[in-house]
């Protein structure tokens, strides 16, 4: 990265550690409560292209022992520069390398069953995922009916736009996702602004 590519690089958090601890307390009220459309507010001069959401949420969760996966738009774009210069992260190219992985809207998503998933003694090595949706919305026609730790009862979340190939394909892998548990990968679904999270945990079932 030279001198004049670094200078077109937007700024991370104005205060990274309390930047930082703000979006790993959404993420967390995230994953505690599954399908829970949360706001991702920051001051990050986020990348051209992929959600400002999830280009926040890498900034406050990668460090420079953190392998990072992008999706072809991503990986040509300031987004990996920027995530790069700002975390330390190490890029791959391989998605089964990565302990993180963004997919921007539009791109393809590799198979869950792709990354790394633990296993049963260290469950904990395993990838966490985010994915670009178009929109995020509690209830709504077409939503899915979540179920697991952090939700009483059910919940329901609609969802649109996810990345290729598509809400069928994203049904079945997260339902071998789920049956896989504790291994298993767990994930971010992310608009511009929210972000709803997806412990392996969580099971859904898709309306007809």
């Known amino acids: 990265m030279n001198a004049h590519d670094l200078s077109s690089l937007g ?6 550690a309390l930047g930082s601890q703000s979006v790993f307390r959404a993420a967390l009220h995230a994953l505690s409560h599954p399908g ?7 001051d990050a001069q986020t990348p051209s292209r992929g959600h400002a959401a999830s280009a926040a ?3 406050a969760l990668l460090d420079p022992d953190c392998t990072l996966w992008l999706s072809p738009s991503l990986a040509g774009s300031d987004a990996a520069a920027w995530l790069r210069f700002h975390t330390g992260c190490v890029l791959v ?4 390398a990565a302990q993180f992985a963004w997919v921007a809207q539009g791109d393809e998503c590799p198979s869950f069953d792709i990354f790394a998933r633990g296993s049963d003694a260290y469950p904990d090595q395993s ?10 919305a509690e209830g709504g026609k077409a939503a899915w009916t979540l179920r ?9 979340v ?8 598509g809400a069928s394909a994203f049904a079945a892998q997260w339902a071998a996702n789920h049956a896989a548990f504790p291994r298993g990968i767990d994930l971010f679904l992310a608009t511009p602004q929210q972000i709803v999270g997806l412990p392996r945990t969580t099971r859904i ?3 007809a």
């Open 11 to 16: 700024a991370g958090f104005s205060d990274a």
């Open 36 to 42: 829970r459309v949360v706001a991702l507010p920051h």
């Open 57 to 59: 949420l890498l900034l």
């Open 93 to 96: 190219d391989a998605p089964e």
């Open 127 to 136: 990838a966490t995922c985010v994915l670009d949706v178009a929109a995020l």
């Open 148 to 156: 697991g730790p952090g939700i009483q009862h059910s919940t329901r």
């Open 158 to 165: 609609a969802v649109d736009g996810l990345p290729h190939p």
């Open 205 to 207: 079932e898709q309306e």
